[in-house]
């Protein structure tokens, strides 16, 4: 990487980064990468979404390529493989300088291989970076970076960044277990979602005030944060202000299930997860939050 960000007093490279999708997760983590003193460039699809980061100092771009031209680090925050793929190679012509690519969204294991075969062909160093965590710890940047890389070296030029957006990046040994991981976190996680609903659910349909199972739940060995938040978000119906879109998640669980099947699983649970989200979505609850599919359970019950 070059040294034309070296600032004097510290003599540690500060790297311009330019982020690609400036969507919930994207915006959030370009604020903690300009908060972090780094050189921010920005772009998206629909410019007016990245135009609020000019006041952090981001240059906001019209193009993929305007956005890495000079750029050391390209952090990719898309919707899905496909649209990945398509906008690295609309950003092509600005890869002259070799920057290196963290790519953060969730893709099936051999999405990530095949992600990084791209990053060979467009002659840039590859850094597959799945993120755990949702719309507050990428506002807080308390992100998880689950990691790993073809290039030993690239591990060190993106450490600001990573430091900038998570609290915590775990290293992997190769390309492809990262994205093994998320799939396999977030079947616990949408699985625990669902479990909620439907907890909520029984209990109201026998005659028990559900906020008593949250209130049974807290304390016990089975609590965690994420209960004492999903569960009374649902019984509140505070589910339209999204902190992880349930088309997303629907989007999530066709990994999952693709994912286990071509390894030969059936995952009885996270099958029937996949057909709840995305009867949910379905339904016109894609763009709320996933927490949403309470709804669907208690529609179900009645």
Not at 74 to 103: C, F, I, S, Y
Not at 174 to 203: C, D, H, M, R
Request: proline share 5%; hydrophobic share 40%.
């Amino acid at each position: 990487m070059s040294g034309r960000n070296r600032t004097p007093s510290s003599g540690q490279e500060r790297p311009v980064v330019a982020v690609l999708g400036t969507g919930t997760m994207g915006e959030a983590m370009a604020r903690n990468i300009a908060a972090a003193g780094l050189g921010l460039r920005a772009w998206n699809r629909n410019r007016a979404v990245a135009e609020p980061l000019a006041e952090v100092g981001a240059e906001v771009c019209g193009t993929p390529a305007e956005a890495c031209r000079g750029a050391d680090v390209v952090l990719t925050a898309l919707a899905n493989e496909k649209v990945v793929a398509d906008v690295m190679d609309q950003a092509r012509d600005g890869l002259d300088d070799h920057p290196v690519w963290v790519q953060t969204c969730t893709v099936s294991p051999d999405g990530g291989r095949r992600l990084a075969e791209q990053a060979t062909r467009l002659d840039v160093a590859y850094v597959e970076a799945p993120l755990l965590g949702t719309k507050e710890p990428a506002a807080a940047g308390t992100l998880t970076v689950l990691a790993a890389s073809p290039q030993q070296e690239a591990r060190e030029e993106v450490r600001p960044v990573l430091e900038a957006v998570g609290s915590r990046t775990v290293w992997l040994d190769e390309v492809g277990q990262p994205s093994s991981l998320k799939l396999a976190y977030n079947a616990w996680v949408l699985t625990t979602v669902e479990g909620i609903a439907e907890s909520l659910t029984l209990a109201d349909a026998l005659g028990v005030d559900p906020h008593l199972v949250i209130d049974v739940i807290d304390g016990s060995g089975l609590n965690s944060p994420y209960v004492q938040s999903k569960g009374p978000r649902m019984l509140d119906d505070d589910l339209d202000t999204p902190s992880f879109p349930l088309e997303a998640a629907a989007k999530d669980a066709d990994l999952i299930t693709d994912t286990a099947r071509a390894a030969g699983l059936h995952l009885g649970i996270a099958e029937v997860v996949d057909e709840r989200l995305h009867l949910a979505a379905d339904g016109g609850l894609g763009r709320a939050d996933v927490a949403a599919t309470y709804r669907t359970s208690r529609q179900a019950a009645s």
